[in-house]
C-alpha cells in the first residue's frame, strides 16, 4: 500500500510497462511554480522550475535588493519614485 502522502487522487499517475511484461503505476512528481513579481505578477527570470532543496548555487536569487521578489523593471520604478520622494530604499 503507498503511503498516505501518495494516496490522494490529485497525484498524477502513469501505467508503464516494465521490461518483464508488468503493468505498473508510477506516480509522476509534482510540478512546481515559477516565482512571479511581487508587483507585476510576470515569471521572474532566469528561474527554473525547481523546489528549494533542488536548487543549485547558480539558481538562487539574484544579489541585489529585492533581488527574487522583484523583477528588473519594477525594482527600476520603485527606485526612482524612491529617489523622487526622498523615501529610504
Known amino acids: 500500500m503507498p503511503r498516505p502522502a501518495l494516496r490522494s487522487r490529485t ?17 509522476l512528481p509534482k510540478k512546481h511554480n515559477v516565482p512571479k513579481c511581487a508587483l507585476c505578477k510576470k515569471p521572474l527570470q532566469g528561474y527554473p522550475k525547481m523546489t528549494a532543496k533542488e536548487e543549485r548555487r547558480g539558481h538562487r536569487p539574484p544579489q541585489r535588493p529585492y533581488g527574487g521578489y522583484l523583477c528588473h523593471a519594477c525594482l527600476k520604478a520603485l527606485l526612482k519614485s524612491a529617489v523622487r520622494n526622498n523615501y529610504p530604499i
Do not use: E
Open 11 to 27: 497525484i498524477k499517475r502513469k501505467i508503464v510497462r516494465t521490461p518483464g511484461g508488468r503493468l505498473v503505476i508510477r506516480i
